[in-house]
């Protein structure tokens, strides 16, 4: 990753929006952990499990 245009990206409103959806997203599925697992979109596995 070249550091100069990441640093440009970073600092600007580029990608805003888009992470603003992305978040809401989240938010709605209740997605609060990483990594979170979707199983046949009917059960959520989230954050790290004992195997």
Do not use: C, H, R, W
């Amino acid at each position: 990753m070249d550091k100069e245009k990441t640093k440009k990206f970073l600092e600007s409103k580029e990608g805003g929006q888009e992470t603003a959806d992305e978040e809401m997203n989240f938010i709605e599925k209740s997605i609060g952990a990483v990594p979170t697992y979707f199983i046949n979109n009917k059960y959520i596995i989230q954050g790290g499990q004992e195997p």
